[in-house]
């Protein structure tokens, strides 16, 4: 089709609007049920008994989805050139729904785990078919607004998780608040003028949000802790792990900690039962059915989308990038041509820098990055809020960008953008320095990456692998994304462990400097050109 009819054709939006965000309700459960963990992590971590002393179990908790990523995004590889994408989506709706309503039931770790794994099955599906579908649909000229929409329900999604984990956690005290709460009777009745103004209002805060019942379990639990040991104390290693043990022990006697983070998985339930229902009710992709001889079906999609001329254009377009041949077959072979090598390497080094960029601890582990910034677990979940506010205008910026000022140029200010963040946020936790100020480099970052390479990635593995066999190179890009995010997740407790969080900072500021030169020596443009365009410049 040439600019002047594409200019001349009249997109029925309200139809295209319809399909794509039936279809970005997939990005919103991934998202949910990706970020949920986190806010649910100080609760039901003293529940399972896992502990600092576990990393291991720290790891495997938060990643097991990962590891439920990786299976679904093999098994949409496997399956989507042959069965279609609406049917995978919908089964990843089944899945989510199923891993809502477990998680939130789980009555022991192992169960806990597995339906972990089964909604990770869920995001694996989501994440690869739900951009790919709506890339499919859409007109050239906006596909990039429309494929960073499916972003756009990821961050609402992480959004949604945060402000539910919010709401449900009832606020907890400190454990220096519970240390005051302990030792203040005896030193009011020894001498009441000796606590100073800010004692006297750090211990009217701790009364108002401490359980009674869990403040004497601590008493119980851990007489042998030296309850005056100041905040300053200089055996700071001590002091560490004996408020780890009180916030465990007060934690656990806690609705928090024992239903509370129940329901911020189960919340999940409804949005993905929705999702499931409402996945019957849009098409199949119009390439894929063209890919099986189903012109006359696909015809009549793409003429909703845009009209009989449009449709007829968009039909023989596909068609001349599929031999006779490959109608109705899918060849694997086809993976290994020299040309398509190239670029599904590309798309795997995209999809992997974007989680190895780092930003994602900043979401999976919240309690570590934020307490080591001096911020207690309540003011944890607010601060979580902030970043997910943040996430969300962002993205707005990059659905606004995508389309006007391309997508090389984004990924090219989010890589050099997080390395520079990184440097100073890395300089902070360095210098053990603690405040707002920590709260505003975090948030800086989460900004830098919403606006980049957090969408732009998606649009971009979407767009440049050929007709044929998208699904299956698709497929192989989202799975080095979630193998690169499974990594990230089970290595960040050593690498804050045996580095620190600012040496954790630096080695993923390092990783972004190389994304930056891959990215402005690899990456080609592709804004505003029809898909079939991409591949006859990337592949013939």
């Known amino acids: 089709m040439t600019s002047d009819s594409v200019s001349t054709v009249r997109y029925h939006m309200r139809f295209i609007w319809l399909i794509c965000l039936v279809a970005a309700m997939g990005g919103l459960l991934f998202g949910y049920d990706w970020v949920v963990?986190?806010?649910?992590?100080?609760?039901?971590?003293p529940y399972f008994h896992i502990g600092e002393d576990t990393p291991f179990l720290r790891g495997w908790a938060?990643?097991?989805?990962?590891?439920?990523?990786?299976?679904?995004?093999?098994?949409?590889g496997m399956l989507t050139d042959r069965y279609g994408r609406r049917r995978l989506l919908i089964l990843s709706g089944l899945l989510f729904s199923l891993s809502a309503v477990g998680t939130g039931l789980a009555w022991s770790f192992t169960w806990f785990i597995l339906f972990r794994i089964l909604g990770g099955l869920g995001i694996g599906l989501a994440s690869n078919l739900s951009p790919m579908y709506i890339a499919e649909m859409a007109p050239a000229r906006m596909r990039g607004r429309f494929v960073s929409i499916n972003q756009l329900t990821i961050v609402i999604g992480i959004l949604l998780a945060q402000i539910v984990n919010w709401q449900i956690a009832d606020k907890v005290p400190s454990a220096d608040q519970i240390r005051l709460l302990i030792t203040s009777p005896e030193q009011v009745a020894a001498n009441p003028e000796a606590l100073d103004a800010a004692t006297v209002e750090a211990l009217a805060e701790a009364r108002v949000l401490a359980d009674p019942e869990a403040l004497e379990r601590v008493r119980r639990d851990c007489g042998d802790i030296d309850w005056r040991r100041a905040v300053d104390d200089a055996e700071l290693t001590v002091k560490k792990a004996e408020d780890a043990r009180i916030m465990e022990v007060y934690l656990l006697a806690t609705w928090n900690g024992q239903r509370g983070w129940r329901w911020m998985f189960a919340a999940e339930t409804i949005l993905a039962f929705a999702f499931f229902v409402l996945m019957f009710l849009v098409p199949e992709s119009p390439r894929w059915l063209v890919k099986y001889g189903r012109d006359e079906q696909a015809g009549r999609i793409l003429a909703r989308v845009g009209g009989r001329p449009y449709a007829d254009n968009e039909i023989r377009d596909i068609k001349a990038t599929l031999a006779g041949d490959q109608i109705a077959r899918v060849n694997f072979r086809d993976l290994l041509e020299p040309k398509v090598k190239k670029i599904i390497a590309l798309g795997v080094f995209l999809a992997v820098f974007q989680q190895w960029c780092g930003i994602n601890v900043i979401f999976n582990y919240a309690q570590?990055?934020?307490?080591?910034?001096?911020?207690?677990?309540?003011?944890?979940?607010?601060?979580?809020?902030?970043?997910?506010?943040?996430?969300?205008?962002?993205?707005?910026?990059?659905?606004?960008?995508?389309?006007r000022f391309g997508r090389r140029i984004l990924m090219l200010i989010g890589a050099g953008g997080l390395a520079g963040i990184y440097a100073v946020l890395g300089l902070g936790y360095f210098l053990a320095s603690t405040g707002a100020h920590m709260l505003i480099l975090v948030v800086?970052?989460?900004?830098?990456?919403?606006?980049?390479?957090?969408?732009?990635?998606?649009?971009?593995i979407a767009e440049i692998f050929p007709n044929r066999i998208r699904g299956a190179a698709v497929s192989i890009a989202v799975f080095g994304l979630w193998s690169g995010c499974l990594a990230?997740?089970?290595?960040?407790?050593?690498?804050n462990k045996y580095l620190g969080a600012h040496g954790a900072f630096w080695l993923y500021g390092a990783v972004c400097l190389l994304g930056f030169f891959v990215i402005r020596a690899k990456l080609p443009e592709t804004k505003g050109k029809s898909l079939e365009q991409i591949e006859r410049e990337l592949v013939d």
């Open 37 to 45: 963990i986190g806010g649910a992590k100080p609760f039901y971590e």
């Open 62 to 76: 938060q990643s097991s989805a990962l590891a439920g990523c990786l299976i679904g995004a093999i098994l949409s």
């Open 368 to 403: 570590e990055v934020f307490s080591q910034a001096g911020y207690g677990v309540s003011d944890i979940l607010f601060g979580i809020v902030i970043t997910g506010i943040v996430n969300l205008l962002f993205t707005f910026v990059a659905i606004h960008s995508v389309d």
């Open 444 to 460: 800086l970052a989460i900004a830098c990456y919403a606006m980049s390479l957090a969408p732009i990635t998606w649009v971009v």
């Open 488 to 495: 990230l997740t089970l290595t960040f407790p050593y690498l």
